[in-house]
Every structure is written in C-alpha cells, then in structure tokens.
C-alpha cells in the first residue's frame, strides 16, 4: 500500500466531493471544428461555482474528450491546486500512458471495452487481481490514487482492497434506474451494504453513472462514506437549461441536503 494515500477510509469529516465529468462537453465540441463549447471554460465555470474536482475519461477511440484535453485540464488545474483531477479509463489500454504523462490525483480504472457505448460494469474479483494488482502499484509508484470501478457487491470488496485499491467507485446505474421505483429501497440497500463492507477493509468510496438532480440526495443520505461524486451526463444536460454556475450550485445544494439528512 502507498505511504502516501493513508488509509482512506478514515480520511477526515466527509463533506462529499463534487467532480465533474467533461465527457459530454467535449463530444458536442467535437460535432463542429470551432472549438466550442470549451472544456477548460466549463472546468472554469464549473470550480468557480463550487465544484471541487474534475473528471474527464479520455477512451481509445477520443469520441468525447481528447489527448489535449487532458493536457489543458492539467495546465487549467495548475491555478487550482486543491482541486482533484479525476482521470477514468481502462489500465489495459490507453490510461496508463495518460497517467504517467499527467500524474492526476486519481486514476479510475474502468473495465470498458474500446468501442463500448458507456462504462456498463465493474471490475470482477478474483479474476481481475492478479493483472491489476502491477498496474495500481505503477500508480502509487507515481502518487496517484486508484479508484476501482465496482458493481455494488459486498463480497468483492475486500479482494479490492487487497490488489491495493485505495478507493472503489460505486456504479450507480441500478439504483439510477430504481430511483422512484417501488425497487429503490431494496436497490439503495445493496448500495449500502457494499458500501459498509468497503469501509471495513479501509477502502474510501466514490460513486457515479447516471447520477443527476432528482437522485443524488436520496442516494448520498442512504450510503455512508461518500467521499467523491463524479457526475457528467445529467449534469450537462442540466447546464443546457439552467446554465453551468447555477448547475453547479443545484448539484452542490443537493450535497448539502443528503448530509443535513445525515445530522
Ligand atoms: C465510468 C463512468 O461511469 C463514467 O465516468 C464514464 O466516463 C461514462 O463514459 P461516457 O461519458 O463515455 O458515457
Ligand atoms: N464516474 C462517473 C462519471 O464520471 C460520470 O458519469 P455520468 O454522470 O456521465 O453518468
């Protein structure tokens, strides 16, 4: 385990992260070679309004956000140094050149296929520890955290902890689904289990996919020890209509009320 990422479990009163994911501003900027909309504007927009780290996934095929992307963003950060720079992929594929060449706060690795339409599930143990176990000590070596990309299983979280994981990102698509659901209370209650079993073997926990405005307080009130949401999709599609800086606050006042819940 790295000296440097204490356990992270324990990492101090939560108030939990807002980080948000640059994907679907970088796919519409793509639709038309004129530069806008801007990544590093909205980063800008985003960290001004309250926001406190940054997500972009950079995938093999650039179909959203690009190599130089990621490069502005890091040079962008340089003036924001408490924020968190979030960088997703698949460790197998291009994401690790991408953390040697930036050394962001966090790499997530994300089980992803290259042509996959959207990140659909998490990293499976036993099978997944043996070849990740290498890449997530290379992380530490460059003092970056590692998030796992994890399906809400309580059983799984220990072998996560044990490849040398210091944190796992709860994929929340289920309960995105269930949410408003006669299901939802069954779904979240998974989500806290995992949740629960991930803090007893010290890992930190993360969560994001399809998160949005009407779901995060249910969910961030009911599972413990939230300590960074990644929110991207809704997210932007939110800013079409009420704009970024008041987006930002809609989201970080949904935050606060999930731990005014909490007491
Ligand atoms: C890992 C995850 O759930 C998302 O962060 C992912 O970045 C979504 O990818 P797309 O934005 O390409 O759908
Ligand atoms: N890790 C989740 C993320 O970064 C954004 O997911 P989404 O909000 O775009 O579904």
């Given at each position: ?124 143990f036993p099978?997944?520890a043996?070849?990740?176990a ?23 979280m220990r072998a996560a902890r044990e490849v040398g994981a ?35 073997v ?62």
């Amino acid at each position: 385990m790295n000296p440097l990422v204490a356990s992270e479990a324990h990492a101090g009163a939560l108030l939990t992260v807002l980080s948000v994911n640059l994907n679907k501003v970088a796919l519409l900027r793509n639709s038309r070679h004129l530069g806008i909309p801007s990544v590093t504007r909205m980063a800008t927009l985003a960290l001004e309004a309250g926001a406190q780290g940054i997500t972009v996934h950079p995938r093999p095929d650039e179909r959203h956000i690009r190599s130089h992307d990621v490069t502005d963003l890091d040079a962008l950060l340089k003036a924001w140094p408490h924020i968190d720079y979030n960088i997703e992929g698949n460790p197998f594929h291009n994401l690790m050149d991408v953390i040697r060449a930036v050394r962001p706060h966090q790499a997530t690795f994300v089980p992803d296929s290259v042509g996959q339409f959207t990140s659909d599930h998490g990293w499976t143990f036993p099978d997944d520890a043996e070849r990740l176990a290498p890449l997530i000590a290379q992380c530490h070596e460059l003092g970056v955290r590692v998030s796992l990309f994890m399906d809400p299983i309580p059983e799984m979280m220990r072998a996560a902890r044990e490849v040398g994981a210091d944190r796992i990102e709860l994929y929340t698509e289920a309960y995105a689904s269930a949410w408003g659901t006669p299901q939802q209370t069954a779904v979240l209650a998974r989500y806290t289990a995992a949740a629960e079993a991930a803090l007893a073997v010290g890992l930190g926990i993360n969560a994001g996919h399809d998160l949005n405005r009407d779901n995060l307080t249910d969910f961030l009130a009911a599972v413990p020890g939230v300590q960074e949401v990644s929110i991207g999709h809704a997210l932007t599609a939110d800013a079409l209509e009420l704009g970024f800086p008041a987006t930002i606050r809609a989201y970080l006042a949904c935050i606060q009320r999930a731990h005014a819940r909490q007491g």
